[in-house]
């Protein structure tokens, strides 16, 4: 008989005081082997050995009765010792650990047992089942929602019924959940619950999720009188390699065992598969697999989804309404006539090395700038502004909708439990003021306020790290336009020089964009292990605070990453760059940065469109070769052998795990996506139409990672998206004021409104009749040649005959004026109507949002109606009973005094 079958007797200073096993859940103590004392404790055993059974799509125990409900996965020390000729101090004690672990499992009602691989003699395969007893206790400790009676409220059709089924998987593929009016488990109060059959009462996911959460809380040693407990821990220090639940079947083909679910299958070939692009996802069927945590990511991202149809057909229409009037556009003509453009001097943009040149030759600029630059582009600003909101409370409406329908409207409040790290650190006790009871939290108010300074300290640091980057960026695009132009060779006629003008501009633009790009993805990396480490440190209570506190912390980086440098080109580059005989420099003696001559919308459009598409090309490469070529590594690392021999658990373990954060980062690239959507979408309407796009393959791609690649991830509550939902809303918030900044300061719009309705009539003519001919030359100013400072005159010698001057992009007097070079009446006029108009807008655009929101319930009345039934139901069956049992009792009490009396009157009588 090997070591593992020996009986194992635990070491004192591996467990506390008593010899017990004793594990606190919220306040409840709950002793190893049900409370028993240290004399009616059995002998502890470690998992009996058992041989492969030759059955590989078995899920139960060798005596196919025993549910396999978690799987443990450890290397054979003895053999690991074998091979290196040595017994470590090390492998000594990592052996002690596990054997006190599963030992401390046995003890606690869990049944074990071990097999080895068959593919790698090392690894050892331990099942685990929760047999009816203590899934029922920790059901009850955990406040978990189970059937109560089948739901009697009679379901209205939906209006669009016969348009969706169109896009629905049939019902008799994936069959619909049958609808239950739920309450928290109570154990004495089982009867009232709907248990048709006692292996079926559980799923599966609830099973798995009930084992994870003891392992999470089972003790390995105490040490200094603190207790080591958990399965993370085990799984960070390598005594374990692995833990996790079993997948119910193959992906690519169903048991054989008719009758059986299958549920693998069914969401791999009707929700992970290609064919399935345009068809609503069975999200009840993922919920009931994965989770609600991976559900409610599904149902947000699906409804999320197609919210930006909508829009995308909207910004399409905007988009061609802009691209067919771009032939029409009235400024664009005259920058391209030779007769106007064409006769334009501008003068450089760069301090010696540029040159002069001619305005017709952003030609084809200012045509592609007349499609986002429209009309059209502002209405579509608006509409976005208020489609957000509407997006985001009919979410709210169909969030409270899938917290009724999944039973975790009260999650945070009844079953969310603290944290293994959390309770592992909790060595300070207070007196909580509620309950006037001692509790244990993990640092004093002073410790808690060193570790918030700290943590904010170092978030700080990252993001002036991220805004020193952009900075670098911005050095980079001035120090190469200034190589780059000069040099562009000198011919006295310049032709040439001007002929390749915008090399340095587009060559410039374009490079910084790339950097950028790879700045932001390096910095992404590191900075998600900082944050991760700095979330840890700050010790959040629960796994919902340790989320939302990691989510705040990375949005605000990412945000700052992402966004920062086009905020840049929106916001700041060329707004403060003086004009050519008075600019304004940096630092180092760059001179500030101007915007291309089709103007800084063109470049922004630039930018977005590599930022976004590059990150979701990239992100969709990673997900989908990583995970497979990691399997793929994964299974020529081991034996060869044939797939239809291997047991479902080590199938299972050669799949990639799905982490600790889950769906963190799926949810972070989705909301930075919703950023780029939103918050600049007025300088690119097709933002919405590559997002969709980007979408429909992501939730597909998702899902075949999380059926096919991953292991199954231990099913875990959700009542909403958590943090994400105020971080849209901000966003929402935002998005208002960064459009309508974008039109009034950086798109060319409001300047030709002020020309067209102030300064566009002709004189003496018809004042009914206004036009845009020449608002090119009212939109330039004039410049001296004379008046070039040594640091700013050109080394170029003018080629453009006679005349002295050249034209600047700006509102000033020319020279020789009484004010020269100061701003004009036309330039004040602008600024005075852009901030009436930001002003207009963002106040109309609020007030509609606000209306909306007011308009839109958060919970709708059928939901309404359907919480007040469950309560009502929930009352009238377990509290009344209990009033039942009482009046029964206070019944026997009555009769036995009745009774007493009686015979004490008779014996008086006698």
């Known amino acids: 008989m090997s070591w593992e079958r020996e009986t194992e007797v635990l070491d004192m200073d591996e467990l506390d005081e008593d010899g017990d096993t004793v594990l606190d859940f919220m306040g409840q103590t709950v002793a190893s082997n049900y409370g028993a004392t240290q004399e009616e404790q059995p002998a502890l055993h470690m998992p009996d050995f058992v041989e492969f059974d030759e059955k590989p799509d078995s899920l139960f ?480 209570r629960t796994q919902t605070d340790y989320e939302n506190s990691l989510t705040t912390k990375m949005f605000l980086f990412q945000f700052v990453n992402y966004y920062s440098s086009c905020f840049y080109i929106a916001f700041f580059k060329g707004k403060f760059v003086g004009y050519p005989g008075d600019p304004v420099y940096w630092p180092g003696r760059y001179r500030n940065e101007e915007c291309e001559p089709g103007g800084c919308l063109l470049e922004l459009t630039t930018q977005l469109t590599i930022i976004m598409g590059g990150k979701a090309i990239w992100n969709n490469i990673q997900e989908i070769f990583l995970p497979w070529i990691k399997n793929l590594i994964g299974r020529c690392r081991v034996s060869s052998g044939s797939e239809s021999n291997i047991p479902r658990w080590e199938q299972d373990y050669h799949l990639q795990p799905i982490g600790k954060l889950g769906l963190f980062y799926e949810y972070l690239e989705m909301v930075i996506q919703f950023g780029f959507v939103t918050l600049f979408v007025a300088s690119f309407p097709l933002a919405p139409l590559l997002a969709l796009v980007n979408n429909l393959v992501e939730i597909r791609l998702d899902a075949w990672k999380l059926t096919s690649q991953y292991r199954r991830a231990v099913p875990e509550k959700a009542q909403d998206i958590g943090a994400w939902q105020p971080i849209m809303q901000s966003i929402a918030i935002l998005a208002v004021a960064t459009n309508a900044m974008i039109i009034a300061f950086t798109s060319d719009m409001i300047p030709r409104l002020v020309y067209f309705w102030s300064f566009s009539v002709p004189p003496y003519g018809n004042h009914s009749t206004y036009t845009m001919n020449g608002y090119i030359n009212n939109s330039l100013s004039v410049f001296s040649i004379a008046d070039f400072t040594e640091e700013s005159r050109p080394d170029s010698v003018p080629w453009f005959g006679n005349s002295t001057t050249c034209r600047y992009r700006d509102f000033r007097y020319p020279p020789g004026h009484e004010h020269e070079y100061a701003h004009n009446i036309y330039y004040w006029h602008v600024i005075a109507a852009k901030l009436a108009f930001l002003v207009v807008v963002e106040h109309v655009v609020y007030l509609v949002k606000f209306i909306i929101s007011y308009a839109i319930p958060d919970v709708s009345s059928k939901t309404k109606e359907k919480i007040k039934r469950e309560k009502y139901l929930t009352q009238k069956i377990l509290h009344e009973s209990q009033l039942n049992i009482v009046k029964k009792q206070i019944g026997n009490i009555a009769d036995k005094i009745l009774q007493v009396a009686d015979d004490s009157l008779r014996k008086k009588l006698k």
């Not at 401390?104 to 690894?123: C, F, W």
């Not at 952009?470 to 001007?498: K, M």
Request: a neutral charge.
């Open 61 to 540: 125990f060798n005596d196919d009765k025993r549910r396999i409900d978690y799987i443990l996965v450890y290397e054979d020390e003895n053999m690991k010792a074998q091979i290196k000729n040595t017994k470590s101090a090390l492998i000594q004690k990592q052996l002690k650990k596990r054997r006190a672990f599963e030992s401390n499992i046995i003890s606690n009602g869990l049944h074990l047992e071990a097999t080895r691989s068959v593919m790698d003699p090392k690894l050892v395969f331990v099942k685990v089942h929760a047999p009816w007893e203590i899934l029922c206790m920790y059901a009850e400790i955990m406040h978990i929602k189970l059937p109560l009676q089948p739901d009697d409220l009679k379901k209205s059709p939906s209006a669009f019924t016969w348009f969706t089924k169109f896009f629905t998987v049939s019902e008799d593929i994936i069959k619909p959940e049958r609808d239950f009016f739920t309450a928290p488990f109570q154990k004495d109060q089982q009867q009232h619950f709907y248990i048709m059959q006692q292996e079926e009462f559980f799923t599966p996911a609830t099973r798995s999720r009930i084992v994870h959460f003891i392992l999470s809380r089972i003790e390995y040693a105490m040490r200094d009188n603190v207790k080591k407990f958990g399965i993370h821990k085990l799984l960070d220090s390598g005594i374990y390699k692995a833990a996790f639940p079993l997948h119910d079947c193959k992906f690519s083909c169903p048991r054989e065992e008719p009758n059986y679910p299958n549920e693998r299958y069914l969401l791999y070939r009707n929700w992970a598969h290609p064919r399935s692009l345009l068809k609503l996802q069975p999200l009840d069927l993922v919920r009931k697999y994965f989770g609600e945590k991976i559900g409610i990511y599904f149902a947000w991202l699906g409804f999320y989804t197609i919210m930006l149809l909508i829009a995308a057909v909207v910004g399409l229409a905007c988009f061609l309404y802009g691209y067919k009037s771009q032939d029409s556009c009235t400024w664009s003509k005259e920058v391209c006539d030779v007769n106007i453009g064409g006769n334009i001097i501008m003068c450089p943009q760069c301090d010696k090395g540029c040159t002069y040149w001619r305005l017709n030759i952003t030609c084809e600029s200012s045509k592609k700038l007349c499609i986002f630059d429209s009309f059209g582009t502002l209405v579509f600003a608006v509409f976005m502004g208020i489609w957000v909101t509407v997006f985001l409370e009919l979410w709210k409406r169909k969030q409270a909708e899938l917290e009724y329908n999944w039973d975790t409207s009260e999650f945070l409040e009844q079953e969310e439990h603290p944290r293994p790290e959390y309770e592992a650190k909790c060595t300070h006790v207070v007196i909580n003021p509620t309950t006037q009871q001692e509790e244990h939290i993990p640092y004093t108010t002073c410790g808690k306020c060193f570790r918030m300074a700290l943590c904010t300290s170092a978030v700080l640091f990252w993001i002036l790290l991220i805004i020193a980057s952009v900075v670098g960026i911005i050095v980079y695009r001035l120090s190469v336009f200034f190589v780059f132009s000069a040099n562009l060779p000198r011919h006295v006629n310049g032709t040439e020089a001007i002929q390749k003008y915008l090399t340095p501009q587009t060559a410039t633009s374009v490079s910084a964009s790339f950097i950028s790009f790879v700045i932001i993805m390096i910095l992404n990396m590191v900075y998600e292990r900082v944050a991760i480490m700095i979330t840890d440190f700050e010790l959040p």
